[in-house]
Structure formats: structure tokens, C-alpha cells
């Protein structure tokens, strides 16, 4: 296992256009986050997973954005309608429960660019 | 949004100086974690810090989790060109298992 792993590295769109990423987590990770970042901010969570269950959303996670992870695995994120705002850095961070921050690990993020 | 402040915004020194950068809350945080990101990578955590006071160290790094819960500091001794890239502190507010960034201290090391 060689960690968190996203895809894509990087997405280029038009405006309007929907797209949608992946987030492989570390294979016997639980939780699962996701995290938007623009240029000179720190990471924002968006929302996360226990397994399958979504337990929390961030109010930056407007109706455009959507979450999933069916089988408790892998998960996507996917944005609909995409504006120009929505250019950031999507990082993806997964987490074994009962060890939870300390052992928080990031993937490489997917960088989103609407054009 | 953001509820931490974090400073400096950047620096740059010479290879061989001390670094210093803290971060501030109007919060009382119960967890406090100082991550490394280069460029085009995710985060990295660096120290992570659980009680009030405690200090801990990482190699050439120090962290100090303050007693007030409101503030931690994060030192780098005798910098290096790899130290470059931006710092990020994150707490975790009581009751809440999402920790909050701050907006990154850019660190520049100059040979």
C-alpha cells in the first residue's frame, strides 16, 4: 500500500461541465475526508466518511457537490455545473477511527482548473 | 471558515537559521498538528500535540502545545534548503473530530 492516491492529478474543464474525482485510501483506513484548498489558504474540509456513512458535510459543500463511497473504499466527489470558483486543490485524507488525527494521511490532491 | 491565525505569512532566511511560527485561536482547541506541504503534494504531518504544555520534538523541529489551549508554536533549528515549503497548523476544536488550517507559513531557505 503506497498511501492515499487520487486521480486525477489534475483536471482542466469548461465551466458548466461536471466533473468527478477518486480517492483510493489506505486500505484498512475507516474514515475517510475530503478537503478543498485555493491558493494561499489552507485546506477546508468539505466532508468525511465511517465507512460508507457520510457523517458530516461542510456548509462549503453546496447541492452542486456530491460525495460517495459505496462500499466503504473508494470514494468520489463529483461537482456539477462547475464554475469558475471552483478552481482549487481537492485533497482526499483517510484515517484508522480510534487513531484518527495523529495518523491522518493526504494524498496528493486533484487540481481543479474551470476555465 | 478559518478560525486560526497563523504567522507569519512567509519568510525567508539563510541556510543554518532558526526558525520560529506560531498560530493563535480565539478557541480552545484539545489537539493541535503542524503539517509540511510542498508544492503540488498534500500535507504532511510534522508533530502532532494532545495536552496543554506539552512539547515535543521531531528532529530539528519543536512544537509546543500552549497552556492556554488558545496557541502553539512550531520551531526549526538550523534550517536546511529541504525545509522550504509552506507550514500549516490545524486544531481540533473540543467536541469536533475535523481539524481546522490555518493559511500556511511560506518558508524560503536561502544556500
Known amino acids: 500500500d503506497t498511501g492515499v492516491s487520487q486521480d486525477p492529478r489534475h483536471k482542466i474543464t469548461k465551466r458548466g461541465q461536471n466533473v468527478t474525482f477518486r480517492c483510493d485510501p489506505i486500505?484498512?483506513?475507516?474514515?475517510l475526508y475530503w478537503y478543498r484548498q485555493t491558493l494561499g489558504q489552507g485546506p477546508e474540509f468539505l466532508t468525511y466518511?465511517?465507512?460508507?456513512?457520510?457523517?458530516?458535510k461542510s456548509r462549503l459543500l453546496s447541492d452542486r457537490f456530491s460525495a460517495e463511497r459505496p462500499k466503504g473504499s473508494f470514494s468520489t466527489l463529483e461537482i456539477q455545473r462547475t464554475e469558475q470558483g471552483d478552481s482549487a486543490m481537492y485533497l482526499c485524507?483517510?484515517?484508522?477511527?480510534?487513531?484518527?488525527?495523529?495518523?491522518?494521511?493526504f494524498g496528493q490532491g486533484t487540481r481543479l482548473t474551470v476555465v | 471558515g478559518q478560525q486560526l491565525n497563523q504567522s507569519p505569512q512567509s519568510m525567508f532566511i539563510q541556510e543554518g537559521e532558526d526558525v520560529s511560527m506560531n498560530c493563535t485561536s480565539s478557541s480552545i482547541f484539545n489537539t493541535w498538528l503542524w503539517y509540511k506541504q510542498d508544492p503540488g503534494e498534500g500535507p504532511v504531518l510534522l508533530i502532532a500535540?494532545?495536552?496543554?504544555?506539552e512539547l515535543t520534538s521531531n528532529g530539528r523541529l519543536t512544537a509546543q502545545f500552549g497552556i492556554t489551549r488558545k496557541d502553539s508554536f512550531l520551531n526549526i533549528s538550523a534550517s536546511i534548503p529541504s525545509d522550504v515549503g509552506i507550514y500549516f497548523c490545524?486544531?481540533?476544536?473540543?467536541?469536533?473530530?475535523?481539524?481546522?488550517f490555518g493559511r500556511g507559513t511560506s518558508l524560503i531557505v536561502h544556500p
Open positions: 490545524a486544531g481540533q476544536l473540543v467536541g469536533s473530530y475535523i481539524p481546522t
Open positions: 486500505s484498512e483506513h475507516n474514515r
Open positions: 466518511f465511517q465507512n460508507e456513512a457520510q457523517l458530516e
Open positions: 500535540l494532545y495536552k496543554a504544555g
Open positions: 485524507a483517510s484515517s484508522f477511527r480510534d487513531r484518527a488525527l495523529r495518523d491522518t494521511f
